[in-house]
């Protein structure tokens, strides 16, 4: 099944305790990217991949990290989280070619709260 | 810069009532357009699009959106809304000819309420 996987779906942690949030596609695609869900403000970029070893910011960048080493994973770093970082994270992903209409598929969401 | 705006951030219709939900877009040149849904503890999933071929769209669930330029305007309409309807709908931009490869900004989002 295509399918895009984060892990963990739920999270809670503490104000400076490093975490990842892994994201996996099996749908060979080249662009992935991270957003947050926050209540009226609907999703907002962190960061994007272009494909492998290939990253930039996004429109919210502040705080966090990625990496592409693997065309399928596309993880999130918050080395250090703080309470503002609590929300809800997307991970997507999509077929780079042409144009921009290609169809973004989404995770099933990381929720995570700092304490 | 490209910029989505979701007129009614919650929506309530009765069952089998009529169901529209707005969108406008600001953009120099007429953008590539969807609509997305996010059903509780979800992810969103792609309800349809817009890729200049047909102004009318056709999408699943029985939900369509029309593309009007002189309006700036991609409203999602179903005629007549079922329980399992209820969700939050989001509408999102992309730029046709791409300097940036960010690829999609998001509306605010609208939750949909259907009233038994």
């Known amino acids: 099944e295509a399918q895009v996987t984060q892990n963990p779906r739920y999270l809670i942690t503490v104000t400076g305790k490093k975490l990842t949030v892994t994201c996996s596609q099996n749908m060979n695609h080249e662009y992935m990217s991270w957003y947050r869900q926050d209540p009226g403000l609907g999703l907002r970029q962190i960061y994007y991949s272009m494909n492998v070893e290939v990253t930039d910011k996004g429109d919210v960048p502040e705080g966090y990290k990625v990496s592409r080493k693997e065309k399928r994973n596309f993880p999130l770093i918050l080395e250090s989280p703080s309470p503002n970082q609590t929300s809800l994270y997307f991970c997507?992903?999509?077929?780079w070619g042409t144009g921009t209409e290609n169809e973004q598929f989404f995770g099933p969401g990381t929720r995570l709260t700092v304490l | 810069a490209q910029s989505v705006t979701q007129l009614g951030s919650h929506v309530s219709v009765s069952e089998g009532a009529l169901v529209l939900l707005r969108c406008n877009y600001s953009s120099s040149v007429p953008p590539y357009l969807f609509w997305y849904v996010q059903y509780p503890n979800q992810g969103l999933q792609l309800l349809l699009k817009y890729t200049s071929a047909a102004t009318l769209v056709k999408g699943i669930n029985g939900f369509e959106a029309e593309f009007k330029k002189s309006e700036t305007s991609f409203h999602l309409t179903k005629p007549s809304a079922h329980m399992s309807d209820a969700a939050e709908y989001f509408c999102?931009?992309?730029?046709?000819?791409?300097?940036?490869?960010?690829?999609?900004?998001f509306g605010s989002g609208t939750q949909l309420t259907v009233l038994p």
């Open positions: 999102a931009v992309s730029p046709i000819s791409s300097g940036s490869a960010r690829q999609l900004t």
């Open positions: 997507a992903s999509s077929l």
